[in-house]
């Protein structure tokens, strides 16, 4: 995940990306992303963790939520991502909720929408909760068949203007795709009339119910044309939109490649980028399923490195600390792109394609024809971030 705007400018999450740098530099886990449940009142064609209505026999008890929780406090997380499967179905979803706030923690949902109310974004928005991220697809004759419920789009709709009129910002989702491109643009164009201040673009990831589904994606041509538009806005007087891209890590040296041929300084993001990658993988950020699994990424849900049951959370920091010392390879080798420590490539889709995180991802936005010279430079020209190994004792930090 990278927010485009935050990270080269001042945009609306600069604040919590610097926090997760400082965390990490600390030694901290610096972002998590929590699937609370995977229970799910819709049945998304792409859901990468085929969510249904289904509790899981070994979901975390509501005693362990709690205190996973009191963790996350203690050790200072910036950032906490309440999701699902559907969030808002798991009973104490308000006491986990209201607990991280209470340390401090900012918190983003990320649900469905269809369980919002006027009561429910009142009590969010009382909660100091400054963002819900919510899923759109296309117009309701495409969203409702994909989500696999009807009405599903209307009830999303009027759920975010309740929202934005209870003052809480909302963030529209949507996977990227061969079948929701055709829709990319009017929706972009629809978050503007909603007061939505934040888009989150996510390549398809073929796992769940898009298993093998590789074809799917767009083409590379596809996603350079959304990031010359994406440019355009950025630096537009009018719009203050803030962009977040999953799961193409390549978008970002693409995009600071544009800034930089239209004489922009990008110190400040390179910078930020050699502490935190593009793929945070192994730099602070972990996914934590509704079973206690605890993942480098959400978006491979069968690659765990442990149990939040069988270690602390300071110990999963450190466990995934030794993923980021090591170099990517193949096409995102330090040898083969000098963007390979900002960039990375996708480790999850590495994973999901090969069974070895460290391979080399092949949906780069990049290539070798393009001239790289100029960016190359002003990264050459940032400091480096002395990686160290994460302390884990707790108080040492």
């Given at each position: 995940m990278a927010h485009v705007r935050s990270l080269f400018f001042k945009g609306p999450l600069a604040d919590v990306e610097n926090k997760a740098v400082t965390a990490f530099k600390l030694g901290r886990p610096s972002d998590v992303i929590w699937n609370i449940t995977n229970r799910c009142n819709l049945l998304c064609d792409h859901c990468y963790m085929a969510a249904d209505a289904h509790v899981r026999p070994n979901e975390l008890t509501d005693e362990e939520t709690i205190a996973l929780v009191h963790q996350m406090g203690e050790r200072g997380?910036?950032?906490?991502?309440?999701?699902?499967?559907?969030?808002?179905m798991r009973k104490n979803f308000w006491e986990i909720l209201e607990l991280a706030r209470s340390y401090g923690i900012r918190v983003t949902v990320s649900t469905n929408c269809t369980l919002m109310t006027r009561d429910a974004a009142k009590r969010l928005k009382?909660?100091?909760?400054?963002?819900?991220?919510?899923?759109?697809?296309?117009?309701?004759?495409?969203?409702?068949?994909?989500?696999?419920?009807?009405?599903?789009?209307?009830?999303?709709?009027?759920?975010?203007?309740?929202?934005?009129?209870?003052?809480?910002?909302?963030?529209?989702?949507?996977?990227?795709?061969?079948a929701t491109w055709p829709y990319v643009y009017d929706l972009i164009q629809e978050a503007k009339d909603l007061d939505c201040g934040l888009i989150y673009f996510c390549d398809l990831i073929t796992s769940g119910r898009s298993e093998g589904e590789d074809d799917g994606r767009i083409t590379p041509e596809q996603w350079r044309e959304l990031g010359d538009f994406i440019v355009e806005d950025i630096l537009s007087e009018e719009s203050k939109l803030e962009w977040d891209i999953?799961?193409?890590?390549?978008?970002?040296?693409?995009?600071a490649e544009k800034f930089v041929e239209?004489?922009?300084?990008?110190?400040?993001?390179?910078?930020?980028?050699?502490?935190?990658?593009?793929?945070?993988?192994?730099?602070?950020?972990?996914?934590?399923?509704s079973e206690g699994g605890i993942m480098p990424c959400q978006f491979a849900q069968d690659w765990t490195v442990g149990s939040i049951r069988e270690m602390s959370l300071q110990d999963a920091v450190a466990e995934l600390y030794k993923l980021d010392v090591r170099e990517s390879e193949g096409a995102c080798s330090?040898?083969?792109?000098?963007?390979?420590?900002?960039?990375?490539?996708?480790?999850?889709?590495?994973?999901?394609?090969?069974?070895?995180?460290?391979?080399?991802?092949?949906?780069?936005?990049?290539?070798?024809?393009?001239?790289?010279?100029?960016?190359?430079?002003?990264?050459?020209?940032?400091?480096e971030f002395a990686r160290s190994a994460p302390c884990s004792a707790p108080g040492s930090c």
């Open positions: 997380l910036p950032a906490l991502f309440l999701s699902g499967g559907e969030p808002m009382a909660n100091g909760i400054d963002w819900i991220a919510t899923s759109l697809y296309g117009p309701a004759e495409f969203h409702d068949p994909m989500v696999g419920v009807a009405g599903t789009h209307d009830r999303v709709i009027n759920a975010i203007k309740i929202l934005r009129e209870e003052g809480v910002g909302v963030a529209i989702k949507t996977a990227i795709s061969a999953g799961a193409m890590p390549s978008f970002i040296p693409f995009v239209r004489g922009i300084d990008v110190s400040n993001g390179l910078e930020r980028l050699k502490t935190i990658s593009a793929c945070p993988v192994g730099k602070g950020h972990m996914n934590i399923n330090p040898e083969a792109c000098e963007y390979s420590r900002i960039c990375r490539g996708c480790r999850a889709k590495a994973w999901q394609r090969t069974g070895d995180p460290m391979a080399e991802d092949v949906t780069c936005l990049l290539h070798a024809e393009f001239d790289r010279s100029e960016l190359a430079d002003k990264l050459a020209a940032t400091p």
